[in-house]
């Protein structure tokens, strides 16, 4: 059987689409407590201490851990202390499966784990004298998990730091969300684990998913932040000690389901052997349209895990991730995890939410895009006659683009990495590419040589010019074309031409049998005649 490429996998055997926000880590903080200078502020004017000091918080400790514990009492609750290594999500699938309510708090989780809080430590004077100073420090204290059935949300925790400043974080699933709008809106759907198939139209389902922002986030917080003991008096929120949520973590989901299990093994073995070079720093502007260069911080590597038979494929950039993998033998999962909003010059505020999310879904599609076109780059004959034959465009002429030619090969390889820009590209970013790939100094390459090329490319209609800017984005047929060139000159007439034809009876033979390879592997990615 002829293997299917990815192309067509993607075009012809995906059965639905579902694109959605899946986990969401939220931070909880005061803003106005996050400085040495805000907490001696807070310890004056609100505490009364006239030399400030973090003990005088102790008894404001006390009475929100006294308030947690009263709390589980009165609710009929569990408080669990959790052991050491336990999965506490293993604890939690108990409560959950025992609970009868539509909505309520399951349990209370009580661990030791380290967070950034605020000590005071004595400092020397120049005269010899001692003081008091604020600084923050990192320390292990008590958390408190209270795990929750929301009616709309589904299972949420919110973790309370029992130490001031009284960090907390909150974690959402954001299908839970979908499965219950689903259920609401009397949409059949079938579960796939934490995904989603549903038997209504792709368009009315997205249109759900897509009702789950920052508003609601921010919304459903503050409905438990007042059923549940708060570490601020009253007296202290209404001046402005209320918390504020933040973007810890997000993560960004394209689940296709496809017609059968096998084609999804098809998908990656077909993936792997074209792709592993994705997490390269010159292919991150593929993905996430971002440039990376010496100074950039972080890892660029491309990954292939297994566990059991499975594959997954998982591309690091920076603190950010892009994961591919088969989800429970039925679905193709793509799903761009970010942890850190400053990778991508977009702030932790729950607001910019919108922003984020058109990042990480557009990840999903551009590594989706990446792999699409590294394995469906033909075009027809007339196309490939008229790239290699000079054209005329309104009086004005250009050469042709022949394949053996190195320098439109260069020029072919560097519009490769350009493939999947929104923003496009100008000519100071393709003209030290293309120098290094001829082995020219960057000094030495004409700049109007590279205006000329970029010219012959545009009346070819690989490239066109964004409107009203200097700048060039590359057409279908130029992504195509890019990735045909690159790919057949160097994985057949360079090897093809690099054997020994005379001199030597192994000549004929290695040919002979570079001959049938390439027959048997043109065959199979359909480049046949």
């Known amino acids: 059987m002829i293997r299917k490429s990815v192309a067509e996998i993607l075009d012809h055997h995906v059965t639905f689409e579902l694109e959605a926000i899946d986990r969401m880590y939220v931070n909880g903080y005061v803003p106005s407590l996050q400085t040495g200078g805000g907490v001696v502020y807070f310890l004056k004017q609100h505490l009364g201490a006239r030399v400030p000091s973090t003990t005088m918080v102790a008894p404001m400790t006390k009475r929100f851990v006294d308030a947690i514990e009263r709390f589980a009492k009165t609710a009929g609750v569990d408080l669990v202390t959790f052991e050491k290594n336990q999965r506490k999500d293993d ?21 030791q784990e380290k967070a950034s809080v605020f000590r005071t430590e004595k400092r020397r004077n120049a005269d010899g004298s001692t003081s008091p100073w604020i600084i923050r ?3 292990p204290v008590n958390h408190y998990d209270v795990y929750i059935l ?31 709008q689903l259920t609401q809106r009397a ?30 986030i921010d919304a459903v917080v503050r409905k438990w932040l007042r059923r549940l003991p708060h570490p601020f008096t009253a007296t202290h929120r209404a001046a402005g000690y209320r918390y504020q949520l933040s973007i810890l973590q997000a993560a960004f989901a394209l689940t296709q389901v496809l017609d059968r299990p096998r084609t999804g093994r098809g998908f990656f073995e077909e993936v792997m052997r074209e792709n592993l070079d994705l997490g390269r720093p010159d292919q991150m502007p593929l993905i996430f349209n971002r440039r990376v260069t010496r100074q950039t911080p972080g890892q660029f590597r491309t990954r292939i895990l297994t566990e059991g038979v499975v594959p997954s494929l998982h591309v690091d950039y920076k603190k950010s991730r892009v994961k591919q993998y088969h989800k429970e033998g039925q679905a193709l999962r793509t799903e761009t995890t970010i942890n850190n909003t400053y990778d991508f010059e977009i702030g932790r505020a729950l607001h910019n939410l919108p922003a984020l999310r ?15 076109l590294s394995h469906d780059c033909l075009i027809g004959d007339d196309r490939l006659d008229a790239l290699t034959q000079p054209v005329v465009v309104d009086t004005q002429r250009a050469a042709a683009l022949r394949l053996g030619d190195r320098r439109v090969l260069a020029l072919m390889q560097t519009l490769c990495l350009f493939a999947l820009s929104p923003t496009g590209f100008r000519h100071r970013d393709v003209r030290a590419p293309i120098a290094q790939l001829l082995g020219r100094d960057l000094d030495h390459d004409a700049a109007g040589q590279l205006t000329y090329d970029l010219r012959r490319l545009r009346l070819h209609g690989l490239i066109q010019r964004v409107p009203h800017t200097h700048r060039y984005r590359l057409t279908p047929l130029g992504a195509r074309m890019a990735v045909l060139y690159v790919r057949v000159y160097a994985r057949g007439f360079r090897p093809a031409a690099s054997l020994p034809t005379s001199g030597t009876h192994r000549g004929p033979q290695t040919l002979e049998r570079l001959d049938a390879a390439l027959t048997k592997f043109l065959e199979e990615v359909r480049l046949v005649a």
């Open 91 to 111: 604890v939690a699938h108990t409560y959950l499966a025992a609970f009868t309510g539509d909505e309520g708090v399951l349990f209370i989780g009580k661990a």
């Open 137 to 139: 420090s990192t320390t």
């Open 150 to 180: 929301d009616r709309d949300f589904g299972p949420l925790f919110i973790k309370f730091c029992s130490y001031f400043p009284y960090a907390m974080k909150v974690c959402l699933n954001g299908h839970e969300w979908l499965k219950r």
């Open 358 to 372: 058109e990042i990480g879904f557009a990840a999903n599609r551009r590594l989706l895009r990446v792999e699409y």
């Open 187 to 216: 949409i059949a759907y079938e579960p796939l684990d934490n995904g989603i198939r549903s038997t209504e139209k792709p368009a009315r389902v997205q249109g759900i998913a897509d009702t789950l922002d920052a508003p609601k």
